[in-house]
């Protein structure tokens, strides 16, 4: 069986990701952007405002895991924490 990986509680992480909005994108997979697409929407909204450093989103990588990632104002990103596979996330959260 997959294991599921939530933040800790009251955790920084966990303060800003919560229960319901995990399980709201699990469902809904299908909205979300591709990696090049989460990449030029946060260069985009980071030029617009320059008081933003960061753009935090989901994305579903290849292995089916669902993972919060962090991208910079040039494009470069990494995974601030895996969520594990997409279908244990929606059965612990269903």
């Known amino acids: ?20 909005r995990v399980a709201l994108v699990a469902h809904n997979l299908d909205k979300l952007p ?3 697409q989460l990449r030029r929407q946060a260069r985009e909204r980071i030029a617009e405002n320059p008081a933003i450093r960061r753009v935090e989103s ?8 669902l993972v919060l990632v962090s991208v910079g104002p040039r494009g470069g990103w990494n995974v601030v924490h895996n969520f594990g596979n997409v279908g244990a996330v929606r059965s612990a959260l269903a």
């Open 1 to 20: 069986m997959e294991s599921v990986r939530f933040p800790a509680p009251g955790s920084a992480l966990a303060e800003r990701v919560s229960l319901g």
């Open 34 to 36: 591709s990696l090049s």
């Open 58 to 65: 989901f994305h579903l990588l290849p292995n089916d895991d």
